[in-house]
């Protein structure tokens, strides 16, 4: 199935690992040319030396609004446009909620709510005026399903599925489609530091990839998703238990 990406630009947040590196490899292998941030200079290297499309890097803290929109005018100055932008964000840490002090609070929103804030304020406009665009945010099965124990995710990603429905009624009229992706349990090192295994609780027995997660990432992005807009979609192997 040709997905109609190639030489379209993209945007991938957190991108030097995990999710957002699979998501930036899978878009990279339609033939989309590529803005890569990260916080981490020599992992974020690294990932863009192993793409083959046309690459742009640079580092990134995603809390802070005016290094996301610098990095958005930087995207602009080399490409010419933006086509399709993921957020990503790593998570708060595993507390229960009176173990969460208001620093932990705030650091929770600032990580997950505002950096999606933050791009989606730089990238709409421009996409608006293209008349054409896909913001897609990487969030958590958390928004549909608490996790024990992750009371900051919880909270915060489930902001930005709010964001996300409302912003998708705003820009539909501009063919800006808006949704969010919200991975389960996926083999990555986060995963890995929070000492979980989950398998039992999965109806499919096993932990999931991270380019399981990008191939729904990239045909979101794709002209082939033209009708979908402000859902958000778990790809967790059956974990969510709500109808």
Known sequence: MDLGLKDRVAV??????????????????????????????????????????????????????????GFIESTL??????DICITNAGGPPAKRFEDTSPLDWRSAVD????????????????MKEQRWGRLIAISSVAVLQPVDGLIL????????????KSLSNEYA?????????????????RLLKLGVHPEAQIPLGRVGTPDEFANLVVFLASERASYITGVSIPVDGGWVKAI
Request: proline content about 3%; overall charge positive; some cysteine.
């Open 12 to 69: 991938v947040a957190a991108s030097s690992k995990g999710l957002g590196k699979a998501v930036a490899l899978g878009l990279a292998a339609e033939g989309v040319q590529l803005a890569l941030c990260a916080r981490g200079q020599e992992e974020l290297q690294r990932t863009a030396s192993q793409i083959q499309t046309d690459v742009f890097h640079q580092v990134v803290d995603v809390t802070v609004e005016a290094e996301v929109g």
């Open 173 to 189: 009229p501009y063919n800006v489609l808006i949704n969010n992706v919200c991975p389960g349990y996926t083999a990555t090192e």
């Open 111 to 126: 990580l997950n709510f505002m950096s999606t804030l933050h791009f989606a304020r730089a990238v709409l406009p421009i």
């Open 153 to 164: 995710s919880n909270a915060a990603r489930s902001a930005v599925r709010g964001l996300v």
């Open 77 to 82: 100055r080399k490409f010419g446009r933006i």
